[in-house]
């Protein structure tokens, strides 16, 4: 599932962007989809990721009621709302998606199968 991120950008801390992902050829139907980040110099982490079946979604607790993300299967597009945006938030952020994902790896990134392209969220303090 070819995947196409967007909506990154510089913004002040406190402030908020909201990220949408794109999914062209298929859809995100049955579905795992998630968002993970990678600032300069550290490791690839997960943010969080909504199953589409069902609707159950999963969140880092470092934006545990801050983030909040979303589906929509008439567009075929998966969003991240980041509100009370901080310094540290700053990274390149990355959407994934996998068929077959199960509960334990839905943290993990190695497990997901298809990635969109990175898009720059740079948070000003």
């Known amino acids: 599932v070819p995947l196409q991120a967007s909506g990154g950008g510089l913004v002040q801390a406190g402030g908020s962007l909201r990220l949408s992902c794109a999914a062209s050829g298929r859809t995100f139907s049955r579905q795992t989809a998630g968002w993970f980040r990678q600032a300069p110099g550290k490791e690839r982490e997960f943010v969080a990721a909504i199953r589409f079946s069902g609707g159950s979604t999963y969140y880092a607790d470092s934006v545990k009621g801050r983030f909040t993300i979303s589906g929509d299967n008439a567009k075929n597009t998966v969003y991240l709302q980041m509100n009370s945006l901080k310094p540290e938030d700053t990274a390149v952020y990355y959407c994934?998606?996998?068929?077959?994902?199960?509960?334990?790896?839905?943290?993990?990134?190695?497990?997901?199968?298809?990635w969109g392209q990175g898009t720059q969220v740079t948070v000003s303090s």
């Open positions: 994934a998606s996998d068929p077959s994902m199960i509960l334990s790896s839905i943290r993990m990134s190695r497990m997901y199968k298809y």
